[in-house]
Each structure stands twice: as C-alpha cells, then as structure tokens.
C-alpha cells in the first residue's frame, strides 16, 4: 500500500507545481502583470477613494473631521 | 455644511446627489452583508479559541520554571498542556481568523456577494467541532506526538473536509468574481488555499495514515511545520497588509511590481526552506543544503515585501494615532521583516549549531506566528467588524490596551526568550580544555529559569490585551446598530441601503 501513497503524493506534487505554472502563464496572458499602477489602485473606488483615510479609533470624530478638512478649519473662525 | 472643503468629506459622500457614490457603497455593502453570517460564526469561534489558547499557554509557561504546578493532574502535564495551546492558537483561533478575514477580502475584491453561504456555515461548524475533539483527544492522552499534527485520527478527517469545502467555496466566489483585475491578496490567498489542504493531506497520508519509514518522515514532518507558516499563514497575514495598509492610509502601495514579485519568489522558494529543521540530522547532506540555500532565498521576497511595507507607511505615521487597524498592521508588517531575516539566518549551520534545539526556536516561532500574523489578523478584525455589524467598537480605551499589552508583552517575549536561547545554546555547547562538556544538564536548565521567567510574565501581559479586546469584542456584538451621525469607523450610505443591518 505504500507505494501507493507515494505515487498519489508524488501525482499531486506535480499537480500543484503545474497549477503554478498556469497560473503565472494565465496572468501574464490576461495582462495582469501589465500597468501595475492600475493593479495597485484596483482596491479604490469613487466610494473610498485614494486620499481617503477609512479607519479611526471609536468616538475620536473630531480627528477624524479634522484630518479631513483642515483646510477648511484653518478658515472657519 | 460652511465647511465644505473642496475634497470630498465624508459628509459630502453621504449626499444623496452623488448617484455613482451611492451604487458603489450598496455594491459594498450587500457584498459585507453576504459574509456576515459565516465570518461572524468564524470569529467568535476564533475569539474563543484565542482565549482557550491562552490560558493553555500560561499553564504551559508556568510549569516550565515551577515545574509542580498542577503536576498532579494527569489532563495538564506540560506534554499535553503545551500541546493543547499549540492546537488551540493554530487550528483553533489562527486558522479560523484566518478563513474569516481571507474569504471577507476574497469577497470584497472580487467584489462578489457569497453564494451558497451555507457551504461555509456547514463548514466552520464542522471545522470547529474537529478542533474540539482532537483537542479533548490531545488532553486525553491520545496525541500522536508528531510536532504540528498531534490531533488524534478520530479528529482529523473532519478538518480536512471542512477545509475542502472552504477551498471550493472560494474557487466559486472567485469565479463569479465582476473584478477584471486580480489584487495581490488575491494571489496570496487562492495560493494558500491550494496549498494548505495539499500540505495536510499528503502530510496526514504519510505520517499518520501510511508512515513513510526512517528519516523521510521527519522530512515530511518539518516540511508540513514549516509549510503551515510559509505557506498558509503567511500568505494570509502578507494578504492582509497588502489590503489593510494602502486602504487605511487611502494610498496605493509603495510598488505593485515588487508586490507581484514578491509573491512569486515566496511560491517559488518555501515550499523548499522547511527542511533547515533537521541541520546536523541524519539527512542526506543535499536535502539540508538544498533548504538553507531556499531559506537564503526567502530574503529575495522577505526584502521586497518590507521595503514595500515600510515604503508605502513613509510620510504617513501620524495615521498611526487615529486608526486602531493600522497599529497593528505595521506592527505585524515590521515584525514579519525582521522574524523573517532572522529565520534565513538560523538556517546557516554555524547559526544552527548554536541555536537549535534552544528556547530560541521557540521565541521564533512565537515572532512570526504572534507578533507578525496574529497581530495583523487583530488589526484585520478591527476593520472588518464594524463594517459588516453596523456597529461602532465600543471602547478606544479597550482597543489600546489591546495594542500596548500585546505589542510590549510580545516584544518581551521574543527578546527575553531569544537572549534565554542563546545562553543556553551556547552553555550546551561549551567544552572544557579536556574536551569534556562544561556544564551539565541541571546547570543550564537553572541558568534558563530567569527567562522562562520573562515568558511569564510577557504572557500575562498578552493575556490581559487578550482579555481587553475579548471584552470589546463581545461587548460590540450585543450593542445596537449606531445612528449614522456617531460612527466615526464607518464610511456609511443612507440607511436605505446598508443591507448588512436588517
């Protein structure tokens, strides 16, 4: 029985090590590793932008506020 | 609204006006909303997990310097009690934290809702029965002694199929995913996902099941040990800052390129660098320089990764003083630089010589697996929660303590259980003029206890952030919903649309 636990393993090394091969062949074909600032962009949205902040500590608002209009404040009397 | 400036607020964002905004946010929020079933039930499960984790650990901690404590109970010698901590932390919290964050951002970034959620209810059950019961086996006495798989056969089968049905569940969200482009986490996570149950299964077939015989099994043994972190945790800790960083600071990541060649070189060299456990084995002397040359080689992404962690977080540390996610983010960020450098080092045989089979090991472990990966998953859940509960944290206070207690008590740990290593590395090795050993086994045992001591109290402290962030969790979980204008965490729409709250 143990050669047939060593041939399924050795069947799915192989299986693994060709699914990384593919896998870098898919992303090259499907232009995945082309225009990477696009690529490091694709988490933004109009939503959350990029130069949007989205996480502060609890009941913290007036930070919060400030981080985001301090141009504002700075003209607020 | 005299405030307006002329970049959007939030305020400004939550304007009906904005048409586009407004479909973006539902988009988001009906995806956050389909995972919050099976990610709530894989974080309580992990939060208590953690807990159970810890008070092993301090069991285990304490007995190593007084060594009577609770000797007489049979369930919690140090053999069973240590490795019920190690199964608790690993398969118990880690591994769920890790499947809940991985499938909420797997969800996110392929901006896909979860279908046939029942797949993943049915599976983190499964999953958490499985851990249960090999670790009532472990305690029991029924370990099978082999380091990182001690659950007993009668547990085990359950996890695999549990995990099998987590790795066909995100092969479907991916699928259906609307996202053209595939984000780096993405990578890190699918890759993980083949990985893990790959290690498992063939790791299981040939130690437990069929054991290989002689030393191929110790081989297989280190290679799954190593891999666990390599190739399963460290993808998803990676994932996770790749993500958390550049969305908290709201800017792109230093370098996308250096991100996607780091990836590769981690899928190309660590599947090799396991086998460095076994320097000065009896293993064919190719097979150990073969895995220090890969554990040299993990540098390549080790760097490339960290000069892009660290490059994206220049000019942008004061975010570090308004945003809970973010401290233990960078926290776990720096930490995988520095575990990780050290890690190719111990692979040198001088380095090992010294340092092997040493306390030194074990704070190693400790560094990659506690301050880098469970601190980013702490950070990871900081985010995560409020968005799919609808709920603010209820207490910064609590949140701090977390940071401070965990990031001091962990550095205390490491540091003082690393010197403690060295010493007793160096002790160990220590010959007389004659030739004959220095000091005997009692005298560096002795010469330890200072240190192990430091553990002690690290792990005291840990547990006590343990306890704050527990308490807020839980706490979080019975508040209601809060109102729109007091939810400082949250970027919200009209309540109209966030689905995530009925």
């Given at each position: 029985m143990e050669w047939f636990f060593y041939a399924l393993t050795f069947v799915m090394a192989l299986g693994i090590t060709s699914t990384a091969v593919y896998a870098l062949y898919w992303s090259s074909k499907k232009g995945q590793l082309r225009d990477f600032d696009k690529g490091a962009a694709s988490?933004?949205?109009?939503?959350?932008?990029?130069g949007k902040p989205t996480d502060f500590f609890p009941a913290k608002k007036k930070k919060q506020k400030k981080h985001h209009t301090a141009a504002a404040e700075t003209r607020a009397p | 609204m005299s405030e307006q400036p002329s970049t959007p607020t939030i305020v400004a964002s939550f304007k009906p006006g904005a048409r586009a905004d407004i479909a973006a946010r539902a988009e988001l929020s009906e995806i956050d909303a389909s995972t919050r079933a099976p990610l709530m039930l894989f974080l309580v499960s992990a939060v208590l997990w953690l807990i159970v984790g810890t008070a092993f650990a301090i069991i285990s901690s304490y007995k190593l310097h007084s060594p009577g404590f609770l000797g007489d109970i049979e369930w919690l010698t140090f053999g069973r009690a240590r490795t019920a901590h190690l199964n608790a932390v690993i398969y118990g919290w880690a591994t769920n934290a890790a499947v809940g964050v991985a499938f909420w951002l797997m969800a996110r970034l392929s901006r896909s809702v979860v279908r046939h959620g029942g797949i993943l209810l049915f599976a983190v059950a499964l999953w958490n029965i499985g851990v249960t019961i090999g670790i009532i086996g472990i305690l029991k006495g029924?370990?099978?002694?082999v380091e990182w798989l001690e659950m007993p056969t009668y547990a085990t089968p359950l996890l695999f199929i549990a995990y099998a049905l987590v790795g066909a569940w995100a092969v479907i969200t991916f699928r259906y995913g609307k996202s053209k482009h595939i984000y780096v986490s993405q990578w890190y996570i699918l890759a993980a996902l083949f990985w893990f149950p790959w290690l498992y299964s063939v790791a299981q077939m040939m130690i437990i099941f069929a054991p290989a015989r002689g030393t191929v099994q110790a081989l297989v043994n280190w290679w799954f040990g190593h891999n666990v972190l390599g190739l399963w945790f460290t993808p998803i800790g990676l994932a996770s800052v790749y993500y958390f960083l550049p969305k908290v600071l709201g800017k792109p990541i230093h370098s996308y390129y250096l991100s996607i060649l780091g990836f590769w070189s981690l899928a190309i060299f660590?599947?090799?660098?396991?086998?460095?456990?076994?320097?000065?084995?009896?293993?064919p002397a190719w097979v150990i320089t073969a895995g220090i040359a890969a554990s040299f080689m993990m540098v390549v992404p080790v760097v490339v990764t960290g000069i892009n962690h660290h490059l994206t977080m220049i000019g942008s540390f004061s975010a570090l003083k308004y945003s809970p996610t973010l401290r233990f983010i960078v926290f776990g960020a720096v930490n995988y630089t520095l575990t990780s450098l050290i890690g190719s080092l111990m692979a040198a045989r001088s380095v090992s010589e010294t340092l092997?089979?040493?306390?030194f090991v074990v704070a190693h472990a400790h560094h990659g697996m506690y301050a880098f990966f469970t601190m980013v998953m702490f950070g990871a859940i900081y985010y995560i929660l409020p968005r799919i509960l609808l709920r603010e944290w209820p207490n910064a206070t609590l949140i701090r303590t977390h940071f401070w207690a965990t990031a001091v008590g962990s550095m205390v740990y490491v540091v003082g259980l690393s010197i403690g290593g060295v010493v007793q590395g160096l002790m160990m090795n220590h010959t007389s003029p004659d030739g004959?050993?220095?000091?005997t086994v009692l005298q560096v045992v002795e010469a330890t206890i200072p240190y192990l001591f430091s553990r002690s109290v690290a792990g005291i402290l840990i547990t006590v952030g343990h306890l704050a962030f527990a308490v807020n969790f839980f706490w979080m979980l019975s508040k209601k919903p809060v109102s729109q204008?007091?939810?400082?965490?949250l970027f919200r729409n009209p309540e109209e649309m966030e689905l995530a709250a009925k």
């Open positions: 988490i933004f949205d109009e939503a959350e932008p990029i | 029924d370990s099978t002694s660590y599947n090799w660098a396991g086998v460095h456990h076994l320097v000065g084995g009896p293993v092997h089979f040493t306390h004959s050993v220095t000091y204008s007091s939810a400082p965490t």
